[in-house]
């Protein structure tokens, strides 16, 4: 399904709605660009997969370390500590490190506004939605005794990690997350059937495409129904980026005109 207009993706959005189940969003681009210049098709893949790492350590070595330094540092800036390792990772991955966590969001409009943001992007966007039933979800309670179980060791598929909100932007955007065991544990075919085939069908996973082209009109369209960086990064830096983009890029975006449904 293609989307030009916001009302698209809300027709999309309440598609299938389940009684039992919830719904997830995650955006992406459609496609990405490799190191080499090749154009390949995105799939669903936590980001320290997608990581270059000096040949001397793993992946699993390297997320570990980037979330001790993050651990280390971070205390001077938050107001709740996180009470668990899956909570400090949630929290990590949220401000920008690499880990085996895929984000998702429980709001559509979150994930259509994380579609568009980067209105000067080289690819369209592909919006994924999963389905999640409450026996999916992983208790994470007794977290700590489990480190290594889950941590280190094979954890299935992937588990469901709904988090506790010690973060104001994990709240503002509906965070969840689904947990990927170590690169370490994947063969080639492994990994590249797991990200290609289970995750999508044990998730039940449909997508919509947003053309490149109708980001900032739909940007816009977010922006007059209060889905913008204030609210979605509450805090100064939030605050600053909303009223720039309100009072420069949005201004003329919502001028444009708006395609003809087809």
Known sequence: MKINLLSDFIDFARKGQPDIATFIYRAQPDKRRTV????????????IFRQHRPSSI????????????????????????????????????????????????TNPL????FAVENTNTEFDA??????????????????DEQDTKYFDQE????????????????????SC????????????????????????????????????ARFGAIKAELYELGVSYKTLFPGLDGLGKSITYGCTAQRELIREPFPPRQ
């Open 126 to 143: 592909r919006i994924h939605r999963g389905k999640i039933y409450d026996f999916q979800i992983y208790d994470y309670d007794n977290v």
């Open 58 to 105: 793993t992946l699993a070595e390297l997320e570990h370390q980037m979330i001790r330094d993050f651990q280390r540092e971070a205390h001077a800036w938050l107001t709740a500590t996180p009470s668990s390792e899956i909570e400090w990772m949630a929290l990590a991955q949220h401000h920008g490190i690499p880990t085996r966590l895929l984000d998702w969001t």
């Open 110 to 113: 979150v994930s259509l506004f």
């Open 36 to 47: 080499d210049g090749d154009v390949y098709d995105a799939i669903l893949v936590p980001s």
């Open 177 to 212: 997350f689904t947990l990927h065991p170590q690169m370490e544990f994947y063969q080639k075919i492994q990994y590249d059937h797991h990200f290609t085939k289970v995750l999508p069908e044990e998730l039940a996973v449909t997508s919509c495409v947003i053309p490149k």
């Open 155 to 174: 954890i299935g598929p992937f588990r469901f990690y709904m988090p506790t909100y010690t973060d104001r932007r994990l709240a503002a955007q509906s």
